[in-house]
């Protein structure tokens, strides 16, 4: 029998709680200490994870497969993958949650960075390489930005991590990262995450991206379910939705004009479907989002 692998926003908060953040920061041992120093397999469905590890040491934990951390060092963790962490009690250093979509690149999209960031990687740092040294140094001031409430705080989050993903993504493609990938599941859970990108519009149904990876529509669903705690029809649909939250802050589009462009040939049918996923319609959804986001 499968063991259960709970769902959070932040490790340890109820889930059923709406996140109010696009970008949190804490120390690693602020929270690692309140669970003795071990946070148990979990994972984060809508949250990109870069954990800093500065000083102490301990283990990434992906699958069944544990991995040693050795400082300096980063950890980066794709939304809806399976981990967890022990760490020693002099850890020192800071574990970032972002909403996967304030990314620059969605992991898994069609891109060099895309592709990194669609799976986990343990990347050392060696202070005396220049690039390596300033992504310490960046994640130091975005530590201290967060901390302190100062004008353009937002903007300065942004750039800071987009320096510090590009960067690590860099020393990481140079050879020193270690790959944390657990098995051949994670290696189609990837595939299958850039297919549904390509064709998420289309409303595909869960057997041709079977088709696709070439397996039976039940060993897809058994994959999508040890991995993600979903089905692959919960996965396809989270992207529409999550495409939908995003045309509805960003875009002027109306809330018919969005739904066409997301393949919704019928807005009531458009509006259903967003009420089941998220509990309200789209026009409330996005005049309660842009009156929280003005206030922030």
Not at 7 to 27: A, I, M, P, Q, V
Not at 216 to 223: M, Y
Not at 233 to 245: S, T
């Amino acid at each position: 029998m499968s063991r259960h692998v709970p769902t959070y926003e932040l490790y340890g908060e109820n889930t059923g709680r709406k996140s109010d953040f696009w970008l949190h920061c804490e120390t690693i041992r602020s929270r690692s200490s309140l669970h003795q120093w071990e946070i148990r397999p979990h994972r984060h469905e809508s949250f990109f994870q870069i954990l800093y590890i500065e000083g102490g040491s301990g283990d990434a934990i992906f699958g069944e497969k544990s991995h040693a951390i050795r400082p300096p060092a980063i950890i980066t963790v794709p939304p809806g993958l399976n981990h967890g962490f022990r760490f020693s009690r002099d850890i020192d250093g800071l574990v970032i949650t972002l909403l996967k979509s304030h990314l620059s690149h969605a992991p898994g999209e069609r891109s060099q960075l895309g592709e990194w960031l669609a799976a986990p990687h343990l990347t050392p740092l060696d202070p005396d390489d220049a690039e390596a040294f300033y992504v310490m140094q960046t994640l130091r001031r975005l530590g201290d930005e967060f901390a302190n409430r100062r004008s353009g705080r937002n903007e300065m989050l942004g750039v800071y991590v987009a320096l510090v993903l590009r960067l690590t993504a860099r020393i990481s493609r140079e050879g020193n990262a270690h790959d944390l990938a657990p098995n051949e599941n994670a290696r189609r859970m990837d595939i299958l995450t850039e297919l549904i990108q390509q064709h998420f519009r289309s409303h595909k149904p869960a057997s041709f991206y079977a088709r696709e990876l070439g397996v039976s529509s039940t060993h897809l669903t058994r994959i999508v379910r040890t991995m993600t705690g979903n089905t692959p029809h919960e996965l396809i649909a989270g992207k529409l939705i999550e495409e939908a939250k995003r045309q509805l802050v960003f875009t002027i589009g109306s809330v018919q004009e969005i739904g066409f462009r997301l393949g919704f040939a019928d807005p009531a049918y458009f509006s259903r479907f967003f009420l089941k996923y998220t509990g309200e319609t789209p026009r409330v959804w996005r005049m309660k989002e842009k009156i929280r986001l003005e206030g922030v």
